[in-house]
């Protein structure tokens, strides 16, 4: 089992458990969380960044 996140210019690998049987979904779901908490951070900084290069050119 492999999670990847494609992204506009690249696909990047989140995880990779190459002996996972049977139900997976214990082991996958929390990398599912992690990656949806982790594109939420990036948003809000990315937000952050643009508000303040906005705020420096007045």
Request: aromatic letters at 4%; charged letters at 15%.
């Amino acid at each position: 089992m492999t999670a990847r996140l494609r992204l506009a210019s690249a696909e990047v690998l989140l995880a990779s458990w190459p002996d996972l049987h049977g139900d997976w979904t214990t082991v996958v779901h929390p990398t599912l969380h992690e990656a949806i908490g982790l594109h939420t951070a990036l948003s809000v900084a990315t937000d952050a960044l643009h508000l303040a290069n906005h705020l420096a050119s007045r």
